[in-house]
């Protein structure tokens, strides 16, 4: 009588949780980690043949070994964590600005033409000041020139601001050529003089930059919380329809939105020429435009995320070189040792958000 | 072998929701047997389950005498098992036979000749009207489920699932549909209607299973059952359904609606030189097979719906000589001309409200720009989510709760809330008891009462004929995106009404 026609159950099954307690959204995490730590060490040792301790503890120096490394790591991430907030309130609103690369590009652009063509004819608070103006009116414009496009014809915004970097990079390594006329490169920018460097204060050479993000980092926080502009960009990435529902101007909210994301990418351009490089080369943004959206996705937009995350990949990054030069082993050894905890990192995130669920033997033999 | 179907101890679940818990429910060879319940007590879960489409987390199926592993739709069209889904899987640019021969068995020969002499025959059998070389984008929704059904019947299906069939159609294509039904009954098929039409229920089935929140209830023959007792059953406790119709106490005109003309995005007439009056402290019911401008016509009132040269929509505020033109006003300057316009639209998450936000910002919508501060003020919104809560027993975990994890009805108690707490002058609701259980529909009818006896002047946009006359006092009829006449909601018949959704009358009706 128990006889079974057609179908077999599924061997596995995938099924979405319910909202996940704070519990379930910190374990796995924690473990992806350890796991991620144990096939690293794995790696490390059958194919580099080195003992992952020391290499681990290697990695640790790399962050935290001198207290120059570690200012220097803090740049690293107010520079990657400032792109972050950049890109959070563009984000929010579902508008998707690849450009970051390009709008820091122009931003440092701007503060760069300032320090060369103002550099003697301006006291040095007031340069700074200027330097700053310009640096988020470039980026301002650099952001809202897709966003025009987008409002107006209803183009793709992520091929807009991803090519919009190529122009920014083409037109920079225009400049650059224009500035340094003669000279085989442009070298640090008002050397003698360092009219409008920042200065170090407290002792610190990159305490302003990280005083200034901090400040970005909580003002951003209250904006999109708080303010009536940050209401209206949530209303907007949550759903256009109700937007125009309750009478938001779309395309208003769009362009003034996408200035400010670009406005603050100017801004990091600025922090990056004049409190760390001195300089500007088509390399100024150096790909932290890119690393910055999975800073600001995988902090799901939340400035206070966004800095450990920043740490985190700069933690890696830093490790990671040091890895390189104190073992000798080339970059792509490197890669995958760091490849390897993003991986597990992004991966768990399935599992925070579903659940399998395996054949069960038991049904059938109970029946 | 006495049962065609048998359920035994059927559960599913979805994360921490019970879907069916416990269900045993057995069909008979050659019956017409209705699954009863409310919006989300499980019947299309349970049946999803018969067709394959999910898989029970414990329990049994037996079909004709033998226990079953159904994992696939195609284990289901084995076994003689059939679904007719509440949207139609059908590809537009094939024709009828087209369809029908999709996802055949790959080993049979494809001749679409056989296909369609074979699907032919079935349609003679049991008196389908189907054109088997038209092709479906130019079909009209009961063609389509006309075709759904003979595909079905066409893999051989013994038993024949329909989910919601009559959820889009008129009264006169509902019983042509019930016809057909009965023919495949006699047949000796077994057919299991899904619905919540207690009049549809007692009218085609002979027995009736009832669900509560996942639960089976029982199963009743039809010839013992009566709307309440299946209410009773279905509620599990008793309901009145009465709406109260007061007369329209001393009627004022609010909205003037003239030679309104809309055209799609595609450049087609939706809305095609609609007029007519809307008065306070009366409920206009719009009629219509769904798709004839309805949707359009709200949306141009509340100034989301751009409209033709010469479309006029006059608004008569206490001043009755100075009427303000709304066409050409976004919402926001409607609202800010003072002029209180609520307007509960169709999708309530996807346009009257903002699903992954709480009560709180979602009563922010249209408050949050108050006041000269930079930033948001939530206090007021906060006070009035609690008040909402309160009043309409609102059941949420907390006002903080996102409302797309709250029930149907949840969701439109704090959509319709929040619109009558503007203190409309005009209120326009769409569908505004679509998917909800029937308490919160007549809820809503009350409430909907409520603000017509304050002199509010409200336009329901409705799909079920039952209600539509028994709520509202005048009815206007959509068809073909012109007003295909204005009739007296207390003597007007549902006959008539079907009539008026389905053929427009030459040179129809101007008021």
């Known amino acids: ?290 690393t910055a959206i999975i800073v600001a996705w995988m902090a799901k937009f939340n400035p206070f995320y966004m800095a450990l995350i920043s740490f985190l990949l700069v933690f890696l990054s830093r490790g990671a070189s040091e890895i390189a030069s104190a073992y000798g082993l080339n970059d792509f050894a490197v890669d995958i040792i760091t490849g390897i905890i993003l991986f597990f990192l992004l991966g768990c995130e399935f599992f925070i958000q579903y659940r399998l669920v395996f054949r069960e033997k038991t049904r059938k033999e109970a029946q | 072998m006495e049962y065609a179907v048998q359920l035994k101890h059927v559960t599913k679940t979805f994360g921490k929701v019970v879907a069916n818990k416990d269900v045993s429910l057995d069909v008979r060879y050659g019956e017409i047997l209705s699954l009863l319940g409310e919006n989300g007590s499980g019947k299309t879960t349970l049946m999803n389950m018969l067709s394959g489409i999910y898989y029970p987390d414990s329990g049994q199926i037996f079909v004709e005498g033998k226990q079953v592993e159904i994992s696939a739709p195609k284990d289901a069209y084995a076994l003689g098992i059939g679904m007719v889904h509440q949207h139609f899987k059908l590809v537009d640019v094939f024709t009828a036979t087209e369809n029908i021969a999709l996802g055949l068995d790959k080993k049979e020969k494809f001749d679409q000749k056989a296909v369609k002499a074979k699907a032919a025959a079935i349609c003679e059998k049991y008196h389908f009207e189907l054109n088997l070389d038209q092709k479906v984008y130019e079909m009209s929704v009961s063609q389509k489920q006309t075709l759904e059904i003979v595909k079905v019947l066409y893999r051989g299906a013994r038993i024949l699932i329909l989910d919601e069939p009559t959820a889009v159609l008129t009264p006169q294509e509902t019983e042509k549909l019930f016809q057909v039904i009965r023919n495949m009954r006699r047949d000796g098929k077994s057919v299991i209607i899904i619905t919540h039409k207690l009049h549809e229920v007692l009218e085609i089935s002979d027995r009736v299973a009832i669900l509560r929140r996942g639960e089976y209830i029982g199963t009743v023959d039809t010839k013992d059952a009566t709307e309440s007792s299946l209410t009773e059953m279905m509620v599990g406790e008793k309901v009145e359904l009465n709406i109260d119709r007061t007369e329209p106490v001393n009627p004022k005109k609010r909205l003037s609606i003239q030679n309104l003309t809309v055209y799609s995005r595609e450049g087609v007439k939706i809305l095609d030189d609609v007029s007519f009056d809307a008065f306070g402290g009366e409920i206009l019911g719009i009629a219509g097979v769904s798709g004839n401008g309805q949707k359009e016509l709200l949306e141009a009132i509340a100034g989301l719906q751009p409209a033709a040269k010469g479309s006029k929509v006059r608004f008569f505020g206490e001043d009755q000589e100075k009427p303000v033109e709304l066409l050409g006003k976004s919402p926001k300057q409607i609202r800010d001309a003072g002029i209180h316009l609520a307007f509960v639209p169709e999708d309530r998450l996807g346009m009257g409200l903002v699903g992954s936000m709480g009560m709180i910002e979602n009563m922010m919508l249209k408050s949050y720009e108050n006041g000269h501060s930079f930033l948001t003020d939530r206090k007021t919104p906060r006070e009035l989510a609690e008040q909402i809560k309160e009043e309409l027993h609102v059941v949420t975990p907390s006002i903080q709760t996102p409302v797309s994890r709250l029930s149907g009805g949840n969701v439109q108690k704090v959509l319709v809330g929040r619109e009558i707490a503007s203190s409309p002058i005009v209120l326009m609701t769409a569908y505004a008891v679509r998917g909800l259980d029937i308490n919160t529909s007549y809820t809503i009818y009350h409430l909907l009462g409520e603000q017509k006896e304050k002199g509010v002047a409200v336009i329901y946009v409705g799909e079920d004929l039952d209600v539509l006359l028994e709520l509202c006092d005048r009815i206007l009829v959509l068809c073909g995106g012109k007003v295909n006449g204005i009739v007296d909601g207390r003597t007007t018949t549902k006959e008539d009404v079907g009539m008026r959704m389905t053929n427009l009358k030459k040179g129809a009706t101007r008021q």
């Open chain 1, 1 to 290: 009588m128990k006889e079974m026609v057609t179908g077999k159950e599924p061997f596995v099954r995938i099924i979405k949780r319910d909202v996940p307690s704070k519990k379930d959204q910190v374990i796995p995490r924690v473990l992806a980690i350890l796991a991620a730590l144990v096939v690293d060490a794995l790696f490390i040792f059958f194919v580099t043949g080195l003992n992952p301790f020391a290499v681990y503890g290697v990695m640790f120096q790399g962050t935290f070994g001198t207290s120059i490394r570690f200012s220097w790591a803090l740049r690293d991430l107010v520079t990657l964590l400032c792109i972050g907030i950049a890109l959070a309130p563009a984000f929010k609103m579902r508008f998707w600005n690849v450009g970051a690369e390009g709008q820091v590009l122009m931003g440092a652009l701007a503060t760069a033409l300032c320090m060369v063509y103002l550099g003697g004819a301006l006291p040095t608070a007031l340069l700074l000041v200027v330097m700053c103006l310009a640096s988020l009116l470039a980026g301002a414009l650099w952001g809202w020139i897709p966003a025009f496009f987008k409002a107006k014809w209803n183009t793709n915004e992520t091929l807009f601001t991803l090519m919009m970097n190529y122009v920014a990079t083409s037109i920079v390594a225009c400049a650059t050529n224009i500035m340094r006329g003669q000279a085989s490169s442009l070298g640090k920018l008002n050397m003698g003089t360092q009219a409008g460097w920042f200065p170090s204060l407290l002792g610190q050479r990159y305490n302003i930059n990280i005083i200034v993000v901090t400040l970005v980092m909580f003002l951003m926080f209250f904006y999109l919380k708080y303010s009536k502009q940050g209401y209206e960009i949530s209303v907007v990435g949550e759903s256009e329809n109700t937007a125009r529902y309750v009478g938001i101007r779309v395309k208003r909210v769009l362009m003034r939105t996408m200035c400010i994301s670009g406005a603050i990418c100017g801004l990091c351009g600025f922090l990056i020429v004049a409190g760390k490089d001195q300089t500007i080369s088509t390399n100024t943004a150096g790909g932290n435009g890119f």
